[in-house]
């Protein structure tokens, strides 16, 4: 089963739960994230250290909260 592919940036309801229980048990991988994207893509890295207050890790993608407690798909690797 394929997984679906997001295009906007509004996740479903279901997805926001699930990150947030994960995001519960989860250390923050914030900071992992941002290392992550300096050398490849500096602008985003910067993006997502100044626009979401947390990160998490779910089925090949990084998921990053923002500050009304919305996730936001960042990078995922397929």
């Not at 994230?33 to 050398?39: F, H, K, N």
């Not at 985003?44 to 100044?50: G, P």
């Not at 990084?62 to 407690?69: A, V």
Request: with cysteine; aromatic share 10%.
């Amino acid at each position: 089963m394929q997984r679906p592919v997001y295009t906007d940036d509004v996740l479903p309801e279901s997805l926001q739960r699930t990150l947030d229980g994960i995001a519960a048990r989860a250390a923050d991988r914030k900071a992992e994230l941002i290392t992550a994207l300096s050398d490849e893509q500096p602008a985003k890295s910067k993006k997502v250290d100044q626009d979401y207050i947390a990160c998490t890790w779910w089925e090949g993608c990084y998921y990053c909260q923002d500050d009304q407690k919305q996730w936001h798909r960042v990078k995922c690797f397929l």
